[in-house]
């Protein structure tokens, strides 16, 4: 059973809340590879570019892309910081200097109605 802050964290729940996905596509998405999943995406956000990233250095972004998408991860599939640190192979002193540089934990809380309002007048 889990127990801890990250019991409520999980990326499926979060994306059916904010009605990006549901469970047909949760199925068809299983069906594909990770590497289909990704390169699936990245021509898809292309496609309006026709299929062109300018300026944007995607090589080189690529290990934070990961690092992000695997510590979202490891939150959702562990019951503590402490439980994703070591399925990660990191300190938890790691894991909070990373959580905290990408932003990972702000990902899965609620936005309130304040801070909509206040992204809306930026």
């Not at 469970?23 to 990770?34: A, H, T």
């Amino acid at each position: 059973m889990k127990t801890g802050k990250n019991l409520y964290y999980s990326i499926s729940n979060k994306l059916q809340k904010d009605k990006k996905i549901n469970d047909e596509f949760e199925v068809m998405i299983n069906s594909l590879s990770l590497e289909e999943v990704i390169a699936l995406k990245l021509e898809l956000s292309t496609r309006s570019l026709r299929g062109k990233f300018y300026g944007f250095p995607i090589w080189k972004s690529l290990p934070e892309l990961t690092r992000d998408a695997v510590l979202k991860y490891a939150l959702s599939a562990t019951r503590s910081k402490k439980e994703a640190a070591r399925f990660l192979g990191i300190t938890v002193s790691e894991l909070n200097k990373n959580l905290k540089q990408f932003g990972t934990e702000s990902f899965f809380e609620e936005k309130t109605c304040s801070s909509i309002s206040e992204h809306m007048t930026l």
